[in-house]
């Protein structure tokens, strides 16, 4: 009987470089999108979910929840592909800054850059430090961090 093994498309640990950039295809926040993370998180803030009372903020209107924007960030670095199939997992967030706010109809993407490598190979991969800059259709910085994931090495998918 013969196993399936399911294609890998991601990067192996020893594929990542210092200075190298991936960027994300863009993603436009939506109504929906605040109203849904809202009811996941219970986070039900009147910024996010009171048309008429965010009039009077500073921000003139509502805004994404900063956590609906780092999860948004995660799911377009996700799917450029770079770490299907190589992640070990998610380590850390060392740091992150919500720099602008996000409003609904703007359309982020991330422009990712390779900081660190270290090998691993007690764990069969090694570590990645990524920094990442979330930008808006305006080419403004609305969040920014350092992320660090755990990465397979080929040597031990071999």
């Known amino acids: 009987m013969s196993q ?6 991601g ?6 470089e210092i200075g190298q950039q991936i960027v994300t295809s863009g993603r436009t926040i939506t109504e929906s999108d605040i109203v849904i993370f ?11 979910t009171d048309a ?7 921000f003139g209107q509502r805004v994404a929840h900063g956590l609906l924007g780092l999860s948004v960030a995660s799911g377009l670095a996700v799917q450029t592909g770079m770490m299907e199939g190589t992640v070990i997992a998610f380590r850390e967030i060392s ?15 991330v422009v990712m850059e390779v900081k660190e490598t ?3 190979p007690r764990v069969g991969g090694g570590s990645v430090v990524i920094e990442l ?3 808006n259709q305006n ?15 080929k040597e031990a998918a071999e």
């Not at 008429?52 to 500073?58: I, M």
């Not at 740091?95 to 993407?109: A, E, L, M, Q, Y």
């Open 38 to 48: 809202a009811g996941l998180s219970g986070d039900y803030n009147q910024i996010h």
């Open 95 to 109: 740091s992150w800054k919500f720099v602008k706010p996000i409003f609904i109809g703007d359309t982020i993407h």
């Open 133 to 135: 800059n979330v930008k």
């Open 118 to 120: 270290k090998a691993l």
């Open 11 to 16: 990067m192996y640990f020893e594929e990542f």
């Open 4 to 9: 399936a093994r399911s294609t890998v498309r």
């Open 139 to 153: 080419d403004e910085t609305v969040m920014k961090g350092i992320w660090n994931a755990l990465i397979a090495s």
């Open 52 to 58: 008429e009372h965010s009039k009077t903020t500073p």
